[in-house]
Structure formats: C-alpha cells, structure tokens
C-alpha cells in the first residue's frame, strides 16, 4: 500500500432526480500504483466516467449530487478538501484528459497559452518560462514545429493534435496521475496508437501512473498493466490484463471479451443479451442476473462481494466462485463456457 498513490474506498457518486436517486456509482473500491497504467472498463453507462469525475472532485458540489466514501491521494482524503485546495491539487498533482479533444481546448486561445496557464497558475511562473515550458511540453507530446503550433488556435490542429495537446497541458506541471477518460475514442487508428505510444512513454520516462478510462479492450490489451471491470456501478471483477483476458472469472467479463471480434475469423459476434438494469431501479442480488446464462436462486437474492480467483490480485465478485465442481446445480440456465479470446 506504501507504493499507492492512489486508493478509493467505498466511493457512492449518487444523483438525486425528479425519478429517483441513480446509484451512478454504488461502492467502488480500487488503487493505483505508482507508475502503472489501470484500465477500467465496462459498457457505457456502467459508471466509468462518473468515478473518474469523482475522483477528481468535479462532481459532488450540487445539492442534487452526493459523493461518499473515501477517495486517498497519498493518504490524504480528497472528500475532505475544500474547492481552493482541490484547485491546487487539480492539474499540477492530478490531471485529467477529457473525452472528446475537440471540446477540451478553449477555441478563443492559444494551444500554448492554454497550457502555459498551468504553471503559470500553480508555479507561480513568469509568462515567458511559462512559454517556453508550453513548447517544450508539444515537443515531449510529438508536435511538429512546436514553436509554430503554441501561438495557433486549436481549430488549426488536427483532432489527434488537439488530443496530444491536451496531454501536453496535463503534463505541464509534472503531475504524479494521469485520468484519461477514453482519450482515443473521437480519434482513427492511426492516431489512436501514437496517443497510445505517447502515454506509454510518459510512463516509462516520467513514472507517471494513468488511470485509463475507456470501453475498447483492444486498448487495454496493448496499453495497461492492471484491470477493473465495471457493471451498473460496481467493480465486478480486478485482476491484471493477463488474469483477465487468459482467465474471466465473471460472466460478464466473459462476454465482454467473447464478443470481441477475432482476427481472421468470420464467425458471428456473440453479444451479450438484454440490457443493463436501470439504476433508478436496481435489482436485489447480483446487478448482472437477468443477463447472466449461469443465474442461481442465491444471485437474486444477495450481492456478491469480491473474492479471490486463481490468484490473491484477481478477484471477481459472482456466486459462481466456489461453484465450479457444482456441476451446475442449483441454475436456472445453461449455457457453455464462452471459449478464450485472447
């Protein structure tokens, strides 16, 4: 735990609406080391972003919205800063690279100016330093003719430019982590892979832990260290990217990775059936049960809980854990296990 920068317990991110109270996220549990890249991951809508957002204290000021729990950055809760010392952690100790790169930046400044800001304001730099800190963070990103690109506007670059740039401003202050909210989601393949390259270096040279946020598997195969599955705003399953791809424990991390297509193959894709649950209405039991092709009795009656796997670091939260001599007793479906993908 000493090497944790970051470790989240218990969070709830809830949302008080004229239909309910959305349970967005419902006690998540997770940790980033230093240095490591950790990928959650899950369908949209399941509470990725929303956690992230959390984290970094973006939500919860609204008397519609109620953060819980404890969210630790080196061992300080961050639930318990006020708005002025979250602006001082904020983009020089945690940075976030958001969604979509072709909203991120502010249209009527300078990409330079933009991220020149950064140490201006949490430095206290002088506008020239601070410049000259702006070039160089273009040069670090892959920017050609960076001098050139920090005084033009951002509908001047690319969408892979802007998203570079917006790694750029992140890491202009040296931050210890890095949220990126699925950063390569808006971009082709071709820049998909150079922002991968990109933070896979940062990494490497800076030993900057990232927390990736996003829904395509294939980035996390190439790209991340470490896993957290997530369903109707729950960790459902954690492990490393090899526990996860060579062994899914939980049927919805199975059929994540089985509807994944295969390279060569023109097999048809097996999605996984029905829809998430709506979480104005969540069920009792397991959140996964009227999907799952392996429901028990005991899924809708209790919420499993995370338990080890195969190993100490890999954990899923399913009853079918200590069911597997079973031989399918006491299910109410069939279905054959979903062969590996990976």
Not at 7 to 34: Q, S, W, Y
Not at 186 to 193: G, W
Not at 292 to 305: G, H, L, Y
């Amino acid at each position: 735990m000493a090497d944790n920068i970051l470790e989240v317990r218990d969070l709830k991110t809830h949302f008080h609406t004229n239909d309910g109270v959305v349970k967005a996220v419902d006690g998540v549990d997770l940790h980033v080391e230093k240095g490591e890249i950790l990928a959650i991951v899950g369908e949209s809508g399941c509470g990725k972003s929303v956690t992230s957002q959390s984290i970094m204290r973006l939500i919860g000021a609204k008397s519609s919205e109620k953060v819980s729990g404890e969210i630790l950055y080196h061992g300080e809760d961050l639930l318990s800063k006020t708005e002025k010392e979250m602006r001082q952690i904020r983009g020089k100790d945690m940075s976030m690279v958001f969604q979509d790169p072709m909203t991120s930046l502010n249209p009527a400044y300078k990409v330079g100016t933009q991220i020149a800001e950064m140490p201006i304001i949490h430095e206290k730099k002088d506008k020239k330093s601070s410049w000259k800190r702006a070039i160089d963070m273009l040069t670090k990103v892959g920017i050609p003719s960076p001098e050139k690109r920090a005084s033009q506007y951002p509908h001047q670059f690319s969408g892979g430019m802007r998203q570079r740039g917006v790694v750029a401003m992140s890491l202009a202050c040296d931050p210890d982590l890095i949220i990126a909210d699925e950063p390569t989601t808006a971009l082709d393949v071709t820049i998909q892979a150079q922002v991968l390259d990109l933070l896979r270096k940062l990494r490497d040279d800076t030993g900057t832990a990232i927390m990736m946020i996003t829904h395509d598997l294939g980035v996390v195969a190439e790209l991340c260290d470490r896993v957290a599955v997530m369903y109707a705003g729950k960790i459902v399953e954690e492990g490393t990217v090899a526990d996860i791809f060579d062994n899914p424990q939980h049927p919805y991390t199975q059929g994540l990775i089985h509807s994944l297509p295969k390279p060569g193959s023109r097999e048809r894709l097996k999605p996984i059936e029905g829809q998430p649950p709506n979480l104005h209405n969540l069920p009792e039991g397991c959140r996964f049960q009227d999907r799952c092709p392996f429901v028990m009795d005991v899924c809708r009656e209790k919420q499993p809980e995370l338990v080890p796997a195969d190993k100490q670091d890999h954990q899923a939260a399913c009853w079918l854990m200590g069911e597997e001599e079973n031989d399918g007793d006491g299910r109410t479906g069939e279905s054959e296990e979903p062969e590996k993908t990976f």
